[in-house]
């Protein structure tokens, strides 16, 4: 029963860091840090579940590095597939932001093709000029930025989030069945 509950509650905070990381900004950007520790954590438990083994934490925390990796894309993704519609959107307004490698990070204003503003700040690398088409997707709850629709169209971090839950799972049960077989047999009672 433990081993489905760890597996259970790995899968939540990965929704919860990944949903608080969809949404952005500071303040949600803060709340995904807790979900993101207990991520870190789900594998520390498989040691007293293997009857002392390390091997099962060693090889789970390379499934959870993964699965960090996929938390702030897939659940944005997942939702704006199915709740966002495709639009071909004109480029506004342009913002530099420089990184810490003396990059720009662009912050566009996008308008529909009749000319309405789009909820949210689509970001990206790539400089576009005034007046280029883009297709996005738009959240129409204005949740969510927008986001490339080819971006969209690839399925590499669904791929990598149902192979990571399936090593995970899979490290979790065979620790589960190493530590059973580490338990010394039950004494009859008399």
Do not use: N
Request: with cysteine; net charge positive.
């Amino acid at each position: 029963m433990r081993s489905v509950l760890l597996v259970v509650a790995t899968a939540l905070v990965w929704l919860v860091a990944g949903i608080a990381g969809a949404l952005g900004g500071w303040m949600w950007w803060a709340v995904a840090a807790l979900p993101t520790a207990a991520l870190l954590a789900a594998p520390i438990p498989l040691f007293k579940l293997s009857g002392g083994r390390t091997w099962p934490t060693w090889v789970a925390y390379g499934f959870v590095f993964v699965l960090l990796l996929t938390a702030y894309a897939a659940p944005g993704d997942w939702y704006m597939r199915a709740a966002g519609s495709r639009v071909t959107a004109t480029v506004r307004a342009a913002a530099c932001m420089e990184t810490s490698q003396d990059r720009c990070l662009y912050h566009y204003t996008l308008h529909d093709p009749a000319g309405a503003p789009l909820p949210g700040v689509f970001r990206d690398t790539v400089e576009y000029e005034y007046g280029a088409p883009i297709d996005v997707v738009v959240d129409p709850r204005g949740l969510l930025a927008p986001r490339l629709a080819a971006d969209l169209d690839s399925r590499v971090f669904d791929v990598l989030t149902l192979v990571a839950f399936a090593g995970f799972a899979a490290t979790v049960a065979a620790a589960h069945l190493v530590g059973r077989r580490a338990l010394p047999p039950a004494r009859a009672h008399r």
